[in-house]
């Protein structure tokens, strides 16, 4: 076994399609549509809210399936079975994930919210904006997480299997987390009703993604279903959050008019938090001596956030006017630009944390 140097990270945005790369500017558009839509047009926002089942938006249920769907096609659960492989990588991914980060992620909005900004959030818009931060820190990111890998040269086999692995136990630990820690806020929700927002949006669109995986690749082959399919299929998402997000703000739009500064309010816990849960992962990889392209990838996974799904979460929950809705986007809006200055720090800090070892040559 000899031990290379991996080679030099890529730019910052190469492996940055144009929507992830600008994502911040696109959500900051949306916002502004969505803020005019409902201004001049309420007609629409008001029409599309008649269009509802057992409290669900069809209308905001199609387009958040768009955005989920297609992520979930993208992952591959026959590569659990390389669990095998670093396996104190995969200890500080789930134990920082869903030991760590659900809390840290109360405990810090919490603060914030109803202590250090109390002077100006009022004190049932604090606790809207709690249960958002709750829905973000109990979803940890699926999708941007490859981007995040490629950018530090992370090893994209066993990255696949860290997210592989955290889909699964986000079936079983989603809605516990979310009800004990809303329930802690006194925030009450029913749990049929959680429930029905994991079977939504986390059982059928990963079952549905699995089932037509393995038919296409079955079919096709996996270079097709790669380069061919999933190229194809890859405005779906950006569109429907989009869409999705003008709608929200169609709806918001009032409390944006109204109360501009809490759109930085609410980032300043986020922001914290996300920094926080990186260097807490980060470091306990360093102390582990695991290798730099496993280390990095699992801390972005816990930095990141599985907005789309918080963002659905929230709206089935609290609706799509509510101070929850808000902080999931506001979540969205935030993200990119903070992972890049994680991606940065993550490949300058590269020479602190052993090698990949590779077969020899």
């Known amino acids: 076994m000899t031990v290379r140097q991996a080679p030099e990270a890529p730019s910052i945005t190469e492996g940055m399609g144009l929507f992830e790369r600008y994502l911040s500017v696109w959500v900051a558009l949306a916002i502004v ?191 097709w279903f790669n380069n061919v399919f999933m190229k194809r299929l890859a405005p779906v998402t950006p569109i429907g959050l989009i869409i999705t997000l003008v709608l929200l703000f169609a709806f918001q739009g009032e409390v944006i008019i109204a109360n501009p500064l809490h759109i930085v309010l609410i980032a300043i816990p986020l922001i914290i938090q996300t920094f926080l849960i990186f260097f807490i992962a980060y470091s306990w990889a360093k102390a582990w001596r695991v290798p730099h392209n496993v280390a990095a990838p699992g801390a972005m996974i816990g930095a990141s956030n599985f907005f789309e799904l918080a963002v659905a979460a929230a709206i089935a929950l609290f609706g799509l006017q509510s101070g929850a809705a808000l902080v999931t986007v506001v979540g969205v809006l935030v993200e990119v630009p903070l992972m890049l200055v994680l991606v940065r720090i993550a490949n300058k800090t590269r020479h602190h944390f052993p090698a990949a070892e590779t077969a020899p040559v």
């Open 33 to 223: 549509a969505g803020v005019l839509l409902g201004q001049f047009a309420p007609a629409v926002p008001e029409t599309l809210s008649r269009f509802e089942y057992a409290q669900v938006s069809i209308p905001v249920a199609i387009l958040i399936w768009a955005m989920i769907f297609p992520m979930m096609l993208q992952i591959d659960f026959t590569a659990v079975a390389g669990v095998r492989r670093q396996p104190k990588g995969l200890v500080i991914t789930t134990s920082v994930n869903w030991l760590i980060k659900p809390f840290t992620m109360f405990v810090i909005a919490w603060f914030f919210f109803t202590v250090v900004f109390a002077p100006f959030i009022p004190g049932d818009r604090a606790s809207e904006y709690l249960a958002g931060a709750i829905l973000l820190g109990a979803a940890p990111c699926t999708a941007m997480v490859f981007v995040w890998s490629y950018l530090t040269r992370g090893d994209a086999a066993y990255t696949l299997v860290q997210v592989a692995l955290n889909d699964l136990i986000m079936l079983f630990a989603f809605a516990p987390i979310v009800v004990f820690l809303l329930g802690v806020s006194n925030i009450q929700v029913p749990w049929d009703t959680v429930i029905l927002s994991v079977v939504l949006y986390i059982v059928i669109p990963l079952g549905a993604g699995y089932l037509t995986r393995q038919a296409l690749v079955k079919r096709r082959g996996i270079e």
